[in-house]
């Protein structure tokens, strides 16, 4: 089989004996197009393996590389005629007898002394009756002295294996090897920002394809992918003809896109050891690994391999159930539901969702449980699988639909018998853990179940539901004190393979909520992202009661950051939810949120109801919520109260009364720094330390501190120093100053695909970092193409101008089919392909180059030209001459000018901007002077004096900055060698003002120069 990877060569020995023919190599020869890598490593392990054991098999799959390798291990033996001699032989077209056949007139031709190399490319399959055959027909030829090297694909293991005393090179010894992946780097123009051997797996083709790559995004990649996706088809079509266990464990693998085999192993898809072993070594690919027996398919997302996918579905769909229900064990819910949603039946997936109950909702995927099972919630309810009822029942309380949960309820304390009979233990202990965290909510009580029903140990999504079920309660209904530490260290753990996990969200949100309200918030910019990418995916799943949760956790956050407020519906909404759940505590919570809310901003009567609402509703056993409750009043009141009043009620504090709670203590504290009783504020600081420096009190304190403000300032200044700064809100000292203006940088980011065209100094191209040596780049007329486009680049150029600059002697039509020869070799030498980035475009009557794949030198020197030129405002001196050396480093010499056909364009634009980069250095001189940075000062004018040492105007700068620096003799040597140019006599002379600043600079008359020139 003649692969792409192997067709053609470029630069390599193989090249020059294949382009030869049979006089050059014996037998067939394969012809192709494309380009590979001479694989020095590989000729010689084949060739010394030869010597030594007659028969060698080169065993891969397609895409490897095989035919390459045969061809060049030919022209390495006929490089070198003590080797022997090459003898090629396709052996795609022949049945098995024909090839016997033809190794058998080989016996005639050749002797043993000619050390003859039978070399057999692409070997049919070989059945059992025609190995016996086969076999004996190579060991004949090996005992004549003859040496076989035989290429084919993991199909004919079998026939391998009855040549035990062959040597075998497998795919895995066919990848590209990590020394070796710069030659191909270098040759393919691959960019050096991709993770090879993630997208390729190190298969020759798909290394080869990385050339067409621009992006990593799903648009770059296209090309790759497809290859990967020919390569997996042929893979299958070829496990299909040779038998049914390794197809179907390649469409499993193909279905799954990656996983462990452990866990095909749990679902009935056996894989033996020597199947490990044969994926290893004979398809890579599959990127198996043998130790950890993980595997990841390539291009996995794809749409390429979704169509690959339909087409398994739809020929098997027991593979296609077989793979849902392993990644449903495997906790790949996500997964499992874009091969449901896109390939499988209504029927299929009911039977899933009634054999996995729970588990959509433990993903949030409950509205794929609503949409699968669309219109049976109602009356048809009672002839649904018991199964569908209880995820009915659960994805109701994860979506808020509280009604449904209770019919579902219901439904399942009627059937209470079918329950015990059909539903797993762990899946209702799972029910139970969601009951409990809704406990609240009145009607969704589910039937108990007898001991034997109950399962030993919880699993892990049970542990986690009934742990924020409990942290929650005490958190927010309790004390406020709950330990956490023991959560924080499961969190670490946690190895997610979905979009969303609900108990590990909940988990995370308390952690969260915890942090602000006991030790205070870190991090919150970072953590209010993370919050709304939640929020997104809970809103986009229509979990409203985690979307409210999630909403109402980073409000808090950022209320007790001293953040200005962006959702301001937040508690509201929360609010509301919680009446629905019928859950007070988190009422109050949201109230008393409300309030310190309304006082952070000035509404002090809406901060007053809502402190006086929640002392009066909470219980005893509510510390938390009545602590906070009663600050804010107090807080409130201190700022609804004159000054006067204030310090009224502060003559009436007694001092010596015990206080038992950090509230108590702050609200004291407070009032005394309100009324500005100093003294007294110290002694009660002093007595009460320990409960106003409570950590846990912390945040809370701050914030009423924030929101007092300079009445909070007494207390302030008692803070000790290593706590005081936990006790401001917001950033202290000066804000950090804006970056300076940002020029561009002379050097480009090769991201994959790009291209830069520099034209000052000559003409040079570079693509994704390496330098283009292709031959087409050789001829001079698509390198002049190449660069009248990349002056106009992204603008499209007539074709009769290109004709009239490029060929202006010949005529018009003969003009016109040279353009269209050049345009096409300039897309060649660019490696364009219709799949690829497309660098030279077409439209109308005009050629252009796409300035989104192509940079130029000349790009960057009239965006840096017009910063420094047109910018007057805005641009500091040090920003000006940064901006100059920069363009000094870009102009690396005058514009490209071709030497053939009508230059006058070029030399226009040579000239263009060789007097704008002298303009441009002059602002900077100027700058510089301005900075007293002589030395930069010099550097510009030596630079521009290379280029325009007869302008007026650079001339009188420079001999300014000449004598500034002490050369005062240069800065006459510079005058006396203008004078000599312009050649003296009485229209001849320099400008007067030239004049006037020599004679500043020497204190001299101009005549004397005159008189010694002449």
């Known amino acids: 089989m003649a692969e792409e990877t192997g067709k053609a060569q470029s630069a390599t020995p193989v090249a020059a004996a294949w382009r030869n023919g049979p006089s050059a190599i014996r037998g067939d020869v394969i012809e192709g197009t494309g380009c590979v890598v001479y694989r020095e490593r590989l000729v010689r392990r084949v060739l010394e393996e030869c010597a030594t054991a007659g028969i060698v098999f080169v065993c891969a799959p397609q895409g490897f590389g095989k ?18 001699v090459p003898v090629v032989i396709n052996a795609g077209p022949l049945t098995v007898s024909e090839l016997c056949g033809r190794l058998a007139s080989c016996v005639d031709e050749f002797t043993s002394e000619m050390i003859p190399h039978l070399l057999v490319d692409d070997l049919p399959l070989v059945d059992a009756a025609e190995t016996e055959m086969l076999v004996s027909r190579l060991r004949e030829l090996r005992d004549k002295g003859f040496r076989l090297v035989v290429a084919c694909t993991p199909a004919n293991r079998p026939f391998m294996s009855a040549l035990g005393d062959s040597a075998k090179v497998t795919a895995q010894a066919m990848r590209v090897q990590p020394r070796e992946y710069a030659v191909w780097a270098h040759l393919f123009s691959i960019s ?80 033996r050891s020597e199947t490990v072993v044969s994926l290893t070594h004979d398809y890579p690919v599959f990127g198996v690994d043998a130790t950890t027996r993980k595997f990841s398919c390539l291009a996995s997302r794809s749409k390429e391999t979704m169509s690959l996918r339909a087409e398994l579905a739809e020929e098997s769909p027991r593979f296609l159930e077989k793979a849902v229900r392993i990644h449903m064990r495997a906790q790949r819910v996500d997964a499992a539901i874009q091969l449901m949603d896109s390939y499988m039946p209504r029927d299929a997936i009911v039977q899933i969702v009634d054999q996995f109950p729970v588990q959509f909702a433990l993903t949030g995927h409950a509205p794929f449980v609503r949409r699968a099972l669309s219109g049976m919630e109602g009356a048809r309810m009672t002839t649904l699988e ?96 709950v330990d956490v530490s023991e959560m924080r260290k499961q969190a670490e753990r946690w190895e997610d393979h979905d979009e969303l996990n609900v108990p590990h ?46 909403r109402l956790v980073a409000s808090v956050r950022r209320l007790l950051a001293g953040l200005p407020v962006v959702d301001e519906r937040a508690f509201n909404d929360a609010g509301t939810m919680a009446v629905r759940e019928s859950d007070l505590p988190t009422q109050l919570f949201c109230l008393l949120c409300e309030g310190w809310q309304a006082l952070t901003i000035g509404q002090l009567a809406n901060a007053l109801f809502r402190g006086q609402q929640v002392l009066k509703l909470a219980t005893e056993e509510q510390g938390f919520l009545r602590s906070w409750a009663y600050l804010l009043e107090r807080s409130a009141m201190l700022l609804n109260s004159p000054r006067i009043g204030v310090r009224d009620e502060a003559e009436l504090i007694d001092l010596s009364a015990e206080v038992t709670t ?78 300076l203006f940002e020029v561009v940088s002379e050097t480009v980011p090769w991201d994959a695909g790009m291209a830069s065209i520099g034209l000052f100094g000559g003409f040079s191209v570079v693509r994704a970092g390496h330098v283009m040596t292709d031959e087409l780049w050789r001829q001079r007329k698509v390198c002049v193409l190449a660069a009248r486009l990349t002056l106009c680049l992204g603008t499209y150029v007539c074709r009769s101008t290109l004709i009239d600059e490029m060929w202006p002697q010949i005529d018009y039509k003969r003009a016109r089919q040279n353009l269209y020869a050049t345009s096409s070799a300039l897309r060649r030498a660019f490696h ?18 796409n300035g989104e794949f192509i940079s130029s030198d000349v790009v960057r020197f009239e965006l840096l030209a017009r910063e420094i030129l047109l910018k007057r405002m805005g641009m500091s001196s040090r920003e000006v001459i940064e901006s100059c050396l920069k363009l000094e480093q870009i102009y690396r010499g005058p514009l490209f000018v071709p030497q053939t056909g009508d230059a006058t364009f070029f030399m226009h634009q040579r000239l263009a901007f060789a007097s704008r980069y002298v303009d441009c250095l002059l602002r900077g001189i100027d700058a510089a002077v301005e900075e007293e940075d002589l030395p930069t000062a010099s550097w510009l004018v030596d630079a521009a004096l290379k280029l325009m040492p007869v302008r007026e105007d650079l001339l009188r700068r420079a001999m300014r900055v000449f004598a500034l620096c002490g050369r005062k003799r240069e800065a006459v040597e510079l005058y006396g060698t203008h004078l000599g140019h312009l050649g003296g006599g009485p229209h001849g002379g320099p400008d007067e003002e030239t004049r006037r600043v020599y004679e500043e600079i020497t204190g001299e008359r101009g005549g004397r120069i005159l008189l010694a020139q002449g």
């Open 192 to 271: 050096s920002s991709l993770d090879v051997y993630a997208l390729t797996q190190g298969v020759p083709a798909l290394v080869a394809a990385l050339r067409a790559v621009t992006t990593t995004g799903p648009d770059g990649m296209r090309a790759l992918e497809a290859q990967a996706v020919r390569l997996y088809r042929a893979i299958l079509e070829e496990a299909g003809e040779t038998g049914g266990r390794l197809h179907r464990l390649f469409a499993i693998m193909l279905l799954l896109g990656g996983g462990t085999l452990a866990e095909l192993d749990r679902c009935g898809v056996r894989v």
């Open 832 to 849: 364009q392909t219709e799949d690829g980035p497309q660098y030279v475009l077409t439209q109308g009557d005009g050629l252009a180059l």
């Open 386 to 481: 018991i199964g569908v009822v209880l995820a009915f029942y659960v994805s109701a309380l994860t979506m808020g639909d509280y009604r449904l949960a209770r019919a579902s309820a219901r439904e399942l304390a009627r059937r209470a018998s079918e329950v015990q009979r059909d539903i797993a233990p762990g899946d209702w202990c799972t029910a139970r853990a969601f009951r409990r965290v809704w406990g609240s909510c009145s009607g969704i009580d589910l039937p108990e179940m007898p001991d034997s029903f109950r399962v030993r140990a919880a699993s892990e999504p049970v542990r986690d539901l009934l742990a924020h079920a409990r942290v929650y309660g005490r958190l927010v209904g309790g004390t406020g004190d």
């Open 505 to 550: 969200l909940l988990i995370y949100l308390d952690l969260l909520l915890d942090e602000a309200l006991n030790r205070g918030t870190r991090n919150v910019k970072d953590t209010d992202e993370e919050l709304r990418q939640l929020e997104r995916r809970a809103t986009e799943r229509r979990l409203m009661s985690l979307v409210g949760r999630v």
């Open 67 to 84: 035919t390459a390798l045969l061809l060049q291990c030919a022209a390495a033996i006929e490089g070198d005629p003590a080797r022997g």
């Open 662 to 739: 950090p509230a108590q203590a702050w609200s004291v504290a407070l009032h005394l720094s309100s009324a500005r009783f100093d003294s007294d504020l110290s002694v009660w600081f002093s007595m009460n330390k320990d409960l106003l420096l409570d950590e846990r009190f912390r945040p809370l304190a701050r914030l009423a501190m924030f929101a007092l403000g300079e009445r909070a300032d007494s207390v302030r200044r008692l803070l000790p120093p290593a706590v005081a700064e936990a006790y401001t809100l917001g950033t202290r000292g000066a804000e950090r100053a804006e970056p």
